[in-house]
């Protein structure tokens, strides 16, 4: 039922698309919605940018690092820096990227177009993914003309839906990246890279699987429709 109705949203998005890059974009996820996580082609993203708010602050990176058969593809994994406008200002606090870093980067609309030809056919994995998806969604919308919807599997979601299964009230800062990754005993990364932190999510998500699942089929439509 939770894949049929997935399907039927993507369905939708297709049909109502002008842009055939994401016509095709939401008919190849359709595939997928219904398949066992573990047999499935994901995509583990993360993002660095300005600020939080993603109708005035810019992307400055983004990370990938593609997830098949339960394994990280590490020598497929890619991060891109991107121009923008005005400069990083204080967020370089944060992430470390200095205006001298982007003297090479690529603009926005390349950003984007390798974006989605990395993505096409895998799903997306995001720790706090709301805020990555809103950036893109907001910077693919500008770039392709019109009103862009993504879907992503959000780990943070997922280990807070797990802990209120044992806990009533989740202690502050247990879903930040590095402490739901202790919890399954995985190492703790430097934060505020974009590829770093992509495997970090990457790497939480399987640990994710196994934990939930116990050996039983997990879809991606299970995951996706956790809220």
């Given at each position: 039922m939770i894949s049929l109705l997935l399907?039927?949203?993507?369905c939708w998005r297709a049909f109502r698309c002008r842009s055939?890059?994401?016509?095709q974009y939401h008919r190849e996820l359709m595939a997928v919605i219904s398949q066992d996580v573990s047999q499935s082609k994901l995509i583990a993203l993360d993002l660095e940018m300005t600020g939080l708010d993603p109708n005035h602050?810019?992307?400055?990176?983004?990370?990938l690092i593609p997830i098949e058969n339960n394994l990280l593809l590490l020598d497929k994994a890619e991060q891109k820096l991107i121009k923008v406008d005005g400069g990083v200002g204080q967020s370089a606090a944060i992430h470390g990227i200095l205006d001298?870093?982007?003297?090479?980067?690529?603009?926005i609309?390349?950003?984007?177009?390798?974006?989605?030809?990395k993505t096409l056919g895998k799903v997306l994995v995001a720790h706090h993914a709301p805020l990555d998806i809103?950036?893109?969604?907001?910077a693919m919308s500008k770039t392709i003309g019109e009103s862009v919807k993504l879907c992503a599997i959000d780990t943070l979601t997922v280990e807070r839906r797990r802990l209120l299964r044992k806990h009533d009230v989740l202690k502050e800062g247990s879903l930040r990246l590095g402490a739901c990754r202790t919890r399954y005993g995985l190492p703790v990364y430097a934060a505020h890279n974009a590829l770093v932190d992509a495997l970090a999510c990457g790497e939480l998500l399987l640990a994710q699987v196994a934990a939930i699942?116990?050996?039983?089929?997990?879809t991606v439509a299970e995951l996706l429709a956790i809220k």
């Open positions: 399907k039927s949203q993507l055939e890059v994401m016509r602050d810019q992307i400055l990176s983004i990370g001298k870093h982007l003297q090479d980067a690529i603009d609309e390349e950003a984007i177009s390798w974006f989605l030809e809103n950036f893109l969604q907001n699942g116990q050996g039983e089929p997990l």
